[in-house]
C-alpha cells in the first residue's frame, strides 16, 4: 500500500461496512485488506461540542482518547504475548480522512475472504456445536490468560476468521483498553477476574440466543 502521507481519504459519502456506538468502519480505498475506523460525527458533537462536560475540556487527546486506549492496551498485550496477538485484530497505524483521524486495522478474513462473520452470526438461530464450543473455550482461555485487559467482550465485537496456519481463529475486534478512571484491572489477578466474569455472562448469552432462536 502506498499512500502519500498528505492525501485526504474521502469516507464521508461511501457507506460503512459497519456502525457500533461510538464508531464507523469503513474498507481502506486502497488496501482490501485493511479496514479503518473513524469517530461518528454525531458522537463527537453530542459528547465533545460545545455543551461536553467540563472534565473532557481538559483532556488532551479529546475524541481520539479511544484510539490511545486501544493502542496502547495493543502494544502492552503484544509485549505481555512476547509477540503479535492471534486473538486480537493488528492494529496497523493512522490516516488523515475527511471524517477526522482515521484508525488503520488489519482486516480479518474468512474462508470467502470477505471480512469474517461475528460471533453473534454464527449463533443466531443455530445450536452451538461441540467443535463451535471447542473453539470459544479455547479463544477465551487464551484471551483470559493473556495481560489483555477487555471492556467489552461481546457476541458482536468477535469474530471467527481463518488463521494464518490454517483453520480458524476468534479474534476481538473492539472493546480493548480501560474504560474506568480507576486503573484497578491493571493487577493481573484482578484483569483475570474480569475477563473470567465477562466470559461467564458471554457464554448464558450465545446460551439463552441461540436456544431463544432455535426455538421460535
Not at 481519504?9 to 474498507?27: D, H, N
Not at 509477540?83 to 474468512?110: R, S, W, Y
Not at 471480512?115 to 473455550?137: F, N
Request: glycine share 8%; net charge positive; hydrophobic share 40%.
Amino acid at each position: 500500500m502506498k499512500v502519500p502521507a498528505s492525501e485526504m481519504i474521502s469516507l464521508a459519502s461511501e457507506r460503512p461496512l459497519a456502525q457500533g456506538r461510538m464508531r464507523l468502519v469503513f474498507r481502506h480505498p486502497h488496501d482490501r485488506s485493511l479496514l479503518i475506523k473513524v469517530i461518528r460525527p454525531e458522537v463527537i458533537a453530542k459528547r465533545w461540542g460545545e455543551d461536553r462536560q467540563w472534565y473532557k475540556m481538559r483532556r488532551r487527546y479529546g475524541h481520539y482518547v479511544s484510539y490511545v486506549r486501544e493502542c496502547e492496551e495493543y502494544i502492552a498485550g503484544c509485549a505481555g504475548h512476547d509477540g503479535p496477538l492471534p486473538f486480537a485484530q493488528k492494529i496497523v497505524g493512522f490516516v488523515t480522512t475527511d471524517l477526522g483521524l482515521g484508525l488503520v486495522m488489519e482486516a480479518v478474513l474468512g474462508e470467502d475472504g470477505q471480512l469474517a462473520p461475528t460471533l453473534a452470526s454464527l449463533v443466531k438461530g443455530r445450536e452451538i456445536g461441540p467443535q463451535l464450543r471447542s473453539e470459544i473455550d479455547s479463544f477465551l482461555d487464551d484471551l483470559i490468560a493473556s495481560s489483555l485487559i477487555v471492556a467489552d467482550l461481546n457476541p458482536t465485537n468477535i469474530v471467527r476468521g481463518t488463521a494464518p496456519g490454517g483453520g480458524h481463529r476468534f479474534v476481538v475486534i473492539d472493546g480493548l483498553g480501560l474504560s474506568t478512571v480507576l486503573p484497578f484491572k491493571l493487577i493481573p489477578a484482578i484483569n483475570r477476574a474480569s475477563k473470567r466474569k465477562r466470559a461467564r455472562a458471554l457464554w448464558k448469552r450465545l446460551e439463552h440466543f441461540s436456544r431463544f432462536r432455535r426455538d421460535s
